[in-house]
């Protein structure tokens, strides 16, 4: 008696052990399944761009500075190492484009802190979707920064 008790045990603790594997599994699978890639965000033209860049609370003059056409290196190595990882801490999808050409928009920005002249927004798109972008303080002290308005 005792002997069956011992198995049925031993059975019981491998068909839980099997269902928590199991169950797990299943979660993990339905967790990867259900997460949506980010969509694309919407530069084709010159009211989405300032539209996007309104939402981040930049206030920028309607009539860009530059647009031109760049076409990235097959590797992102050296000082585009360091823009890649920029744009990777915003969320932005830079380097999947590495070896492409895209399309650069600078506009000048109008509401920076204490800054009032010589800042710049850059933004990098691809297919027209925002791909990358900066904010580039020119003259001295100037300084290279993420798209995140500065808290004041």
């Known amino acids: ?69 760049l076409k990235l290196p097959e590797k992102l190595e050296g000082s585009w190492s360091d823009y890649a990882a920029l744009q990777d801490a915003q969320g932005l999808p830079f380097s999947q484009f590495a070896g492409q050409t895209v399309q650069r928009y600078t506009y000048t920005v109008t509401n920076y802190p204490q800054r009032p002249e010589d800042v710049q927004i850059n933004l990098y798109l691809a297919d027209d979707a925002i791909i990358g972008g900066d904010l580039v303080a020119l003259g001295e002290g100037g300084f290279r920064a993420d798209l995140v308005f500065p808290e004041t």
């Open 1 to 69: 008696m005792i002997l069956i008790h011992i198995k049925q045990r031993k059975h019981l603790l491998g068909a839980i052990t099997a269902g928590v594997v199991l169950l797990s599994t299943l979660l993990l699978l339905l967790w990867g399944c259900g997460k949506k890639p980010e969509a694309p965000i919407n530069g084709a033209d010159v009211s989405a761009r300032i539209s996007y860049l309104e939402g981040l609370g930049w206030q920028v003059a309607p009539q860009e500075i530059e647009s031109l056409h």
